[in-house]
């Protein structure tokens, strides 16, 4: 474990995206399996261990020490595993006795533990913790916490309740795997991807194809994850280098980007960041009905008659979101479809690398056969040149529309974001995503809540500014998932206000909207916007894809034009 809660502790104090990169890589090459393995399942949140919830922690610590000196210190530091990691006083030992070992209990033979054991090691927590039951593993538990610093026990607490919140998305993991396979083989991080899903925890068989010691993994899962290929925001100019007739058009519904996939009876809806969010739409995967990977959009959608669907807005697929399970009124109240953008997949087909003219024609039909009620085919624009593409984009159809998607029509399906295929061009040039960074108590029956807001957009040069504040524009049952955000993530505090941790791989997208933006000399980013507020919270959405200072600058030029 000291390795272990050494590399979370740096990786907790390192804002540097490469600097992570590089820790994670250094771990990998010094640590063995199945070590490592557990260390990368614990960071990109797969690793499960069901026996340690918050409420046998809070049981726990109220044996050590006054309940309500203990409330006051979490209430102080935010975080449950990093209060109890600093409040946890080992010289209260209790008379506890160690829990076998899986080579003891073959010997038969049960010891007890003296306090001048050493520590664990990651792979023994683990694989303890996994065969015991609640009562056991709290009993275990304390005797490690009696055995770790300060630095272990967060560490511990961590992995424990899975709330492995660093500053390192799963994506960053992979590509420290990618940069750590490159020292043996070829190896980019579109190929671990597609393994991913296949992969066993603690992924040895990985660490040995990464190393050269073995083949690659055989592609063991049925419907895994297409790394999504993105669009670039339209720029001022970008059209004039264009030639209309090259280009598809259609609407940019306001949903979430999902990959709906079905093969080999496995059914899995992906986010486009490759996590996978099936366990909270199973009325959808019960219409997956199919064998095939599509590209769409993730919208509410309740059927008016056979042949039509009334769109709801982003606020209601909000209430499906972040849900681990989902009451039956809630399905019927606001069942989700898809509206279908592209086929990946068909039967055995990879169609990615054909054209989107050819993918298209296969998506216009393969669609009918789905069920109506949970797919539908996102419609394509007719125009002839772009004078007629900017008058629907200012006359759209439906107000869950936020702009228009361009793509080329031969151009075949590439994960990333490649500069010239594709195109978004939205229709509101007041709104833009930024990123959480400081947030205050409110006033009145919000004195008890962090609702203030300052939020902030990235500079060329990736560093992140304030660019602005809000405090109105959610929910209330919004405003307490932007609470408990603040309370888990606060990384420094001023007076009353709480800094909250913001890189380029972790952190809260705010969509912001205003009503207008003009240049300030009096803010340390040069703008000052009237009247914002926040529209919606962006939790699908990866901070590093909030905007940067440039585009709020070119929103100023715009209105001057």
Known sequence: MKDFAALLDRLVLTPSRNQKLALMVDYFLRTPDPERGYALAAITRDLEVASVKPALLRALVAERMDEELFRLSY????????????????????????????????????TNTPTSTPPPSLTTVVETLNRLGKADAMRQLTIWLDQLDASGRYALLKLATGGMRIGVSARLAKLALADFGTRHIEV???????L?????????????????????????????????????????????KLEADHYAAEWKWDGIRVQVTSEAGVRRLYSRTGDDIGRAFPDLLDSMDFEGSLDGELLVGRPVDDATLAIGSF?????????????????????????CYDLLALGDRNLRGEPFEERRKQLAAFVPQLDPTRFDLSPLLPFETWDDLAQAREDVPHPVIEGVMIKRWDSTYVPGRPKGPWFKWK??????????????????????????????????????????????????????????????????????VRSVKATMDFGLVLEIAFEGIQRSPRHKSGVAMRFPRISRLRWDKPTREADRLSTLMALIDSQTV
Do not use: C
């Open 196 to 240: 991913w899903h296949g992969l066993d925890i603690p992924y040895v068989d990985l660490f040995q194809w990464l190393s050269g010691q073995a083949d690659k993994p055989s592609h063991r899962a049925a419907a895994p994850f297409r790394p999504v290929m993105l669009a670039n925001p339209l720029n001022d100019g970008d059209m004039r």
């Open 427 to 496: 229709k509101d040039p007041m709104i833009i995503d930024a990123v959480l960074m400081y947030a205050q108590r409110g006033h009145g029956k919000r004195s008890s809540y962090y609702s203030d807001y300052t939020f902030g957009a990235w500079t060329d040069d990736g560093a992140l500014v304030p660019v602005g504040k809000a405090y109105f524009g959610f929910t209330d049952e919004e405003l307490k998932q932007l609470d408990k955000f603040v309370r888990d993530h606060t990384v420094d505090r001023f007076g009353p």
């Open 188 to 194: 980019g991080i579109n190929e671990i991807e597609e």
């Open 315 to 339: 606020s209601d697929l909000q209430q499906r979101l972040n849900r681990k399970t989902v009451s039956k009124k809630l399905l019927q109240s606001h069942p989700v479809m898809v509206r």
């Open 75 to 110: 209430d102080y530091v935010g975080d449950l595993a990093e209060t109890i990691a600093l409040v946890w006083d080992a010289e209260q030992r209790t008379a506890n006795t160690a829990l076998p070992s899986p080579q003891d209990e073959e010997a038969g033979a049960v």
